[in-house]
């Protein structure tokens, strides 16, 4: 193989969202089309909701690798997606037991799609076959294929942050997530701070014990919980950025750009970024360029209440910044909310002198990434980084850190990037770009595929084996 794993077998992929036709450039479903490209296999996802269902797969596409949805009713999607996935597991993961929905009905449809997925699975899955599920839609996939019987190995990814212990016991059923977890045979994770919490939330669970060798044993079953954190496609970013369309933005030739580019999402902490860009105007020198700061951030999950009330609070807060100092030939923040296209971006990122990536929770955040990637290095931007970014623990060290709820220090790192040197610049950037092209996107996907394929399938094997 060439990520250097042993696998005879299909690798079958589960995911919510799958491309339905070219696979773009870059990003997860980049990474997936690679794994499978390179494998051959399957690459499953959900398909658009209708009225009925049957436990049946239905092919998009074929080629190196094959493509299929499963089926989904409509108020099973209500209830899986926007329910129990975005209004329970989303917020409590993004620590916001606050914003909690609680409904049975909407976790009786997610055990149910879930429970589906995996009769699609377990009916095409081959015995050499290795499965790798995507994500905090489908939790409980694997724990149904034990049950059917399905003795393959199986891979979780967790894209988003892993909740603490305190966290976890706001969901009803805090219980069941170490059976969850223990019928995967690794657990990947974003950072070794979702790694602990995860280790807390099991240590809580009577039936999970800790192995010597750092791996886990609940009723039987061995399993690890590991840190595989996500890149890019660095390469192939960085040209896009060079050779994108340059965008008149009709500023002043020597006026910085500060960038933000985000889903639409109470976990963005965009708010809190909007109020530092505020304060940061209230005390600018006046012979200092007047800066723009353009948020990107197009709206996602209108169905849910809460992500109405953040659209409303940023947009609020847009509006009063601007007022308080906008002038007849400045309008200091620009709000896009709806799509721009990825090469419009890449060009954004390239000619931006500031981005910032400052979540309140974030499982990577791969925007950083894209910014690093898309600069010049002769030139290069400062990338200003929250704490609370998965990012922050690859990145840290030569990004600007902040604290979004810090308000006045957030204001004061923004005026620090737009007047730091080009000397510091360059050598932030260069300690950036190393990391962010190393530890690129197919080094993510074959460092998880080969430690799954190496995971040991019997409780007798995990206490000979040293993972």
Known sequence: ??????????????????????????????????????????????????????????????????????????????????????????????????????????????????????????ATAEPEDVIWIQDYHFLMVAQEL???????????????????????????????????????????????????????????????????????????RVFSVRSFPIGIDAENFAETAARAPVVDLQMAEDAPLLLGVDRLDYSKGLVHRFDAFGMYLQTRAPRDPRPTFLQIAPVSREDVSAYQDIREDLERTAGSTNGAHAELDWTPIRY?????????IAGLY???????????????????????????????????????????????????MVNPFDTRAFAQAIDRAIHMPLAERRERHADLRDGVFRQDIRWWTESFLSRLTQAPRTFERGLRERP
């Open 1 to 122: 193989m060439a990520d250097g794993t042993a696998r005879s077998g299909r690798l079958i992929v589960v995911s919510n969202r799958i491309p339905k036709g070219d696979v773009p450039a870059g990003g997860l479903v980049f990474a997936i089309h690679e794994a499978l490209s390179r494998s051959g296999g399957l690459w499953i996802g959900a398909a658009k909701p209708g009225t009925t269902v049957e436990d049946k797969l239905t092919q998009i596409g074929s080629g190196a690798y094959d493509r299929a949805t499963f089926p989904i009713t409509k108020k099973e999607h209500r209830g899986h997606y926007l329910g129990y996935s975005n209004s329970v597991l989303w917020p409590l993961f993004h620590h916001r037991t606050d914003l909690l929905s609680l409904d049975s009905r909407d976790f009786d449809a997610y055990a149910a799609v879930n429970a589906r997925v995996a009769r699609i699975v377990a």
């Open 350 to 400: 390239r000619r931006a002198d500031v981005a910032l990536v400052t979540p309140l929770a974030d499982g990577m955040n791969l925007v950083a990434k894209e910014y690093v990637a898309a600069q010049d290095p002769e030139d290069p931007g400062v990338l200003i980084l929250s704490h609370f970014a998965g990012a922050a623990e690859q990145m840290g060290g030569a990004a600007l």
């Open 146 to 220: 034990r049950k059917l019987g399905v003795e393959n190995r199986i891979g979780l990814f967790l894209h988003i942050p892993f909740p603490n212990l305190s966290d976890a016991m706001a969901m009803p059923q805090v219980g069941q997530i170490g059976g969850w977890l223990a019928a995967h045979d690794l657990v990947g994770l974003q950072t070794s701070r979702d790694v602990t919490a995860a280790q807390d939330v099991l240590r809580s669970d009577p039936k999970a014990q800790i192995l010597n060798n750092g791996s886990w044993i609940r009723e039987g």
């Open 336 to 344: 896009i909310r709806h799509h721009v296209d990825r090469d419009v």
